[in-house]
């Protein structure tokens, strides 16, 4: 299976601030990478897919990039609605498997 | 409006059953693969079983493989998942969750775009 590695587990922020969550696959995974944000209380939410493709209805101020092992996920300007978890997701084979998450906090 | 309602989940003992259900509402259920993805309340996602977009393959996670089996009723528009032998470890909730096709330029990927709100899941003596 694949391993599915974020860093940093949490950071704190503040509103402004541009945040780089870190997303490491075991293997090469080409493209195949989705980052979910997730608020307390609800179930998590596409923001990106294909590593760099923003979802629609998905602020701008997001970002990804990476290919193969290495991904990020860019917020530029955080805002206070973005203060959330954040997990990244391989689509590259199954078993499907989820980075541990990100929690941006204050 | 698209919904997925969960059901089934409890309190069990260890090396006990369960089967939880998922129904569908709101889209073309046989069209889509769907998945379930369990969370221990504060922690992280884990992904358990699933189908990929097209629902003509499915896997399991390491951790329920052997012991879990998951299945779809499409007359029923339902998803269940089997848990037998359960263990302490596998207390969380579970969503289940639509896998959608997503294309960006040359890459086709599925996600999980629509999620229940869980059912949980609770193992203990």
């Known amino acids: 299976d694949i391993q599915m590695t974020q860093s940093p587990s949490s950071l704190s922020a503040s509103v402004g601030d541009r945040v780089t969550i870190t997303c490491r696959a075991s293997?090469?995974?080409?493209?195949?990478l989705i980052w979910y944000q997730q608020k307390p209380g609800k179930a998590p939410k596409v923001l990106i897919y294909?590593?760099?493709a923003l979802q629609s209805g998905v602020p701008s101020r997001f970002s990804g990039s990476g290919s193969g092992t290495h991904f990020t996920l860019t917020i530029d300007s955080l805002q206070s609605e973005d203060f959330a978890t954040y997990f990244c997701?391989?689509?590259?084979?199954?078993?499907?498997?989820f980075g541990q998450g990100t929690k941006v906090e204050v | 409006e698209v919904l997925l309602v969960e059901s089934g989940g409890g309190v069990v003992r260890p090396g006990g059953s369960l089967r939880l259900s998922c129904a569908a509402s709101?889209?073309?259920?046989?069209?889509?693969?769907l998945s379930w993805v369990r969370q221990v309340p504060g922690k992280g996602l884990e992904w358990v079983s699933g189908?990929?977009?097209?629902?003509?393959?499915?896997g399991y996670a390491a951790s329920v493989k052997g012991r879990f089996i998951m299945s779809r009723d499409n007359a029923k528009k339902s998803l269940y998942l089997q848990m037998n032998s359960l263990r302490a470890e596998d207390t969380a909730l579970y969503h289940c969750?639509?896998?959608?096709?997503?294309?960006?330029?040359?890459?086709?990927?599925?996600?999980?775009?629509?999620w229940g709100q869980g059912t949980m899941v609770t193992v203990s003596s």
């Open positions: 293997q090469g995974i080409s493209s195949y």
């Open positions: 997701q391989q689509s590259y084979s199954l078993p499907r498997t």
């Open positions: 294909a590593a760099s």
């Open positions: 709101g889209f073309n259920f046989e069209d889509y693969g």
């Open positions: 189908f990929n977009w097209n629902g003509r393959s499915t």
């Open positions: 969750a639509r896998v959608r096709l997503l294309v960006w330029g040359s890459t086709a990927l599925d996600a999980l775009d629509i």
